[in-house]
């Protein structure tokens, strides 16, 4: 069954570094999403991508982070400069369509866990 | 304000006993509504949805939930857990036919010999 995949599972950096998140989203599909979560809260949204654009975003998503689908198969979040509150995990999520005729379903990668130092 | 409500943060089950999982949402319309279940170190993986007709949705792994309007909720169910069972599960929401989910806080649920 595909599925999305995330890389790496794991990330430790130190605040104020870069850091680019990857995922491969499942190959038909064509809507993007990234989510966090910080530990003990709740999953929040961060940002939406279609056809090589930002479709919405939330205000964490601030100028610090950016989204690019740079080849036909991945999908990169990037902080450009770290910090200790960005410490989470980080899904990617993908879906075929918008569901015209009825709903979209997201399905999700296992995550990369971010630790900022 | 839309919000949504996982008013337990912590249930322990016996294997074998019934399980219910609760949410609630605050929302103008009916909204669309997803079951996600979290196992260790795993990421986020789909149980159900429902989207419109039968309120009671069957999903994967012998998981059941019920849409009830007048209640504005989406409980989740099983009749029998089994160990595997344990995991983090969330409910989440989304006001359109498409776009971002909004999850609860999430349901830790510990399965118990």
């Known amino acids: 069954e595909p599925e999305v995949t995330q890389t790496p599972s794991h990330q430790v950096t130190q605040m104020g570094q870069e850091v680019i998140l990857r995922c491969v989203p499942i190959s038909n599909h064509l809507y993007f999403y990234w989510y966090r979560q910080i530990l003990g809260q709740k999953v929040e949204f961060l940002v939406s991508f279609y056809n090589n654009e930002i479709s919405e975003k939330s205000e964490i998503f601030d100028d610090q982070f950016s989204v690019e689908r740079p080849d036909g198969s991945n999908f990169t979040l990037k902080i450009r400069s770290t910090k200790l509150e960005d410490s989470a995990m980080y899904f990617c999520a993908s879906s075929e369509s918008h569901g015209v005729g009825g709903g979209e379903t997201q399905y999700f990668g296992p995550g990369t866990r971010l630790l900022v130092l | 304000a839309q919000s949504v409500t996982q008013p337990d943060i912590h249930i322990t089950v016996s294997e074998g006993a019934s399980l219910e999982l609760r949410c609630n949402y605050s929302?103008?319309?009916?909204?669309?509504l997803f079951w996600y279940v979290q196992s260790p170190g795993q990421g986020l993986q789909l149980l159900l949805k429902?989207?419109?007709?039968?309120?009671l949705v069957q999903g994967i792994k012998g998981f059941e939930a019920e849409f009830k309007r007048s209640q504005s909720s989406f409980n989740l169910r099983k009749p029998s857990v089994h160990w595997s069972d344990a995991a983090e599960y969330f409910c989440a929401v989304r006001v359109n036919s498409w776009g971002k989910l909004q999850f609860g806080a999430g349901t830790q649920v510990v399965v118990t010999p």
């Open positions: 929302y103008g319309a009916t909204p669309y």
């Open positions: 429902y989207f419109s007709g039968d309120t």
